[in-house]
């Protein structure tokens, strides 16, 4: 395993993640997506979940979505924003080596900065499966790279994600949406392309995936909670495009300006 190369203490909890490896980001860069694990502690991802809990319910059934904010579906309960509530969240989405990581995984040497974050809970009440899709740009330029990253133990059959290898270099396939029959017949690129299987991940594994690689996940059939945090980075040289953006629709953006604001705060990583 590789060493830490920073650690903060927040809240008497140690904050940091592990740097990735060279084989880690290769497969990146082949694949659009990685499993890593233990890229955070058990530790942290405990005291993670903790707060959570206080806030969601310990089934995840407590919290309620907030109009025009939450993304909450048939397919499980969002609760966008952690990092803005939560110290320990908001200290950890700026580690320094997460920054480093993502831009290694971006491949690009260039500070990272966070674009959103949310909590995404499957229930047995709560669990459609999510079709397969691109997390398609909307609203900059820039390549973005997505974290998942398991705050309780998660089996496949919780929903744990599946990408199509490859997908993120064949380009934007618009708005798609269907299982993996429905993506093989109307996508030729993805007809013979490689499905990954869904990890088994245990507290502070993760995965990430390009925005352009088409993924989705099966409904959470066990009794408990699946308990993932997701984070979005962008480049800090990305520029707003002026296209329709939850992210920016109440910030008052002007076209091609940078994400300079404090809802999109730079990791500690200087490169």
Do not use: C
């Amino acid at each position: 395993m590789t060493a830490h190369l920073t650690e903060r203490t927040v809240e008497g909890v140690r904050v940091t993640s592990r740097p990735v490896t060279d084989e880690e980001v290769a497969h990146f860069h082949e694949k659009g997506w990685v499993v890593l694990r233990q890229l955070i502690s058990p530790e942290l991802a405990g005291a993670m979940l903790e707060r959570i809990k206080a806030r969601m319910g310990e089934d995840g059934l407590s919290y309620k979505d907030r109009p025009g904010f939450d993304w909450s579906s048939d397919a499980g309960t969002t609760y966008r924003g952690v990092s803005h509530d939560e110290p320990l969240f908001a200290d950890f989405v700026q580690d320094e080596d997460m920054g480093r990581s993502m831009a290694r995984l971006v491949g690009r040497r260039v500070g990272m900065r966070l674009l959103d974050d949310s909590m995404l809970v499957r229930t047995t009440e709560r669990s459609q499966p999510q079709s397969y899709h691109q997390d398609r740009p909307s609203g900059w330029d820039r390549d973005h790279v997505a974290p998942w990253i398991a705050l309780a133990e998660i089996p496949p059959q919780m929903g744990t994600m599946r990408f199509f290898s490859g997908s993120h270099a064949a380009g934007l396939f618009g708005k798609i949406g269907g299982d993996e029959e429905v993506i093989r017949r109307t996508i030729p690129a993805m007809r013979d392309a490689e499905l990954s299987e869904q990890p088994h991940l245990m507290p502070g594994d993760a995965t990430v995936h390009h925005h352009l690689t088409i993924h989705g996940s099966s409904a959470n059939s066990m009794p408990l909670p699946r308990w993932a945090y997701r984070i979005r980075y962008l480049p800090e040289d990305s520029r707003y495009t002026n296209m329709p953006s939850e992210m920016v629709k109440r910030l008052d953006f002007a076209p091609y300006q940078t994400f300079d604001h404090p809802n999109f705060p730079l990791t500690r990583y200087v490169p």
